[in-house]
C-alpha cells in the first residue's frame, strides 16, 4: 500500500474530521467556561490541539476523533503524552506569565453523534497516565 500523502482523499477527511472535533472540543470547554488560549500551537518538537485557561490552571488538550471511546484512549500513547508535554514546556517558555499557573493535561474524546467527553488530567508532566 502507498505511503498516505496529502492528496490522498482518505487522509483529507480525517483531517478535516479532526479540524471539526477541535472545533466542537473548543465550543465545549468555553461552555465549561475556560478562555482559549491557543489552538493546533506548533512547536519543533509537536502540535497542542487546545490550550486553555480557566482561573489559575493552564490546560494543554489533546483532542481524539475516534469510532469509540476505547479507540480514542488508545489512541493517547505515552509517546504522544510526552510529544504534548515537551511542546507544553515551549509554549511556557514563550508565555513567561504562565510560569505561575498550574498546569494540567487534559484529553477530549470525539465520537460521532456524542458529545464530546473531557478528561482532566489525563496524563502528568512526565507523560504517565494518572
Do not use: C, N, Q
Not at 2 to 24: C, N, Q, V
Not at 89 to 111: L, S
Request: charged content about 35%.
Amino acid at each position: 500500500m502507498p505511503p498516505a500523502t496529502e492528496a490522498d482523499p482518505r487522509r483529507r477527511k480525517a483531517e478535516r474530521g479532526g479540524r471539526r472535533a477541535e472545533l466542537i472540543a473548543a465550543w465545549y470547554l468555553r461552555l465549561k467556561l475556560y478562555r482559549i488560549l491557543a489552538r493546533r500551537y506548533r512547536t519543533p518538537v509537536g502540535e497542542i490541539d487546545l490550550i486553555v485557561r480557566r482561573g489559575r490552571t493552564i490546560a494543554f488538550v489533546e483532542v481524539k476523533l475516534r469510532p469509540s471511546e476505547a479507540e480514542a484512549l488508545d489512541a493517547v500513547r505515552p509517546a504522544a503524552a510526552r510529544r504534548i508535554v515537551r511542546a507544553a514546556e515551549y509554549w511556557v517558555a514563550a508565555h513567561p506569565g504562565a510560569v505561575h499557573f498550574d498546569r494540567r493535561f487534559d484529553v477530549m474524546i470525539a465520537v460521532p453523534r456524542r458529545p464530546p467527553r473531557h478528561l482532566t488530567a489525563a496524563f502528568d508532566a512526565e507523560g504517565r497516565p494518572w
